[in-house]
């Protein structure tokens, strides 16, 4: 079955530039979206088909995908980007849906 | 404004059934495939299964193949996911969720989330 991987664990100082990785075999060839989880709240899209933002979320998140490696890059990350980062795709050839093990994005 | 309110969720024991529903609103429920999504207590997101709108496709995780059965009924906008012979590994908190497309499928509206404790 297809698998993501992702850091456990991700730091940054506020201000900075954040960068989240999700690792899957030729992952460049399917399409990646992100997901941002606060303690105890759903989940919510930050990213879509690879590079697209949902209305609402802010510029400073951006993405991109190519050969086997997704991206998540927050820009000028403020304290409220502090959250789980998940990223997901979509196996064709199943039709199963596949979650990276999350990545816990910490301001400090 | 969408809304997704799961409901069913409580203690059950390994082996027994449970029933989840999502009363959806706010949208055509009818023009959109739905899934449902776990996260176990401290872990991450899990896909379980989904379905088309109008039910004649649906697709499951391995790990819950012949237990459980995801349906709908467009008529009460409602989602339901029949758990059978649970295990202690299905204890999580299980999302209803609105899937979407645009080249690929993602989730873009997320319910609040329903807790199922498999233990006896």
């Known amino acids: 079955s297809y698998e993501l991987t992702q850091p456990p664990s991700v730091s940054v100082s506020p201000g900075q530039t954040a960068s989240i990785t999700c690792s899957g075999d030729k992952l460049g060839n399917k399409y990646a979206c992100w997901y941002q989880q606060k303690p105890g709240q759903s989940p919510v899209l930050v990213i879509y088909q690879d590079t697209k933002r949902p209305s609402g979320i802010p510029e400073r998140f951006s993405g991109s995908n190519s050969g086997n490696t997704a991206t998540l890059t927050i820009s000028g990350t403020q304290a409220m980007d502090e959250a789980d980062y998940y990223c997901q795709a979509w196996d064709s050839s199943t039709g199963d849906w596949v979650f990276g093990g999350g990545t816990k994005l910490t301001v400090l | 404004e969408v809304q997704l309110v799961e409901s069913g969720g409580g203690l059950v024991q390994p082996g027994g059934s449970l029933r989840l529903s999502c009363a959806a609103s706010g949208f055509t429920f009818s023009t959109y495939w739905m899934c449902w999504v776990r996260q176990a207590p401290g872990k991450g997101l899990e896909w379980v299964a989904n379905?088309?709108?109008?039910?004649?496709?649906?697709y499951y995780v391995d790990s819950v193949k012949g237990r459980f059965t995801i349906s709908r009924d467009n008529a009460k906008n409602s989602l339901y996911l029949q758990m059978n012979s649970l295990r202690a590994e299905d204890t999580a908190v299980y999302y209803c969720?609105?899937?979407?497309?645009?080249?690929?499928?993602?989730?873009?509206?997320w319910g609040q989330g329903t807790l199922v404790t498999v233990s006896s």
């Open positions: 379905i088309k709108q109008d039910g004649s496709e649906k």
């Open positions: 969720a609105r899937q979407e497309w645009s080249l690929h499928p993602y989730v873009d509206y």
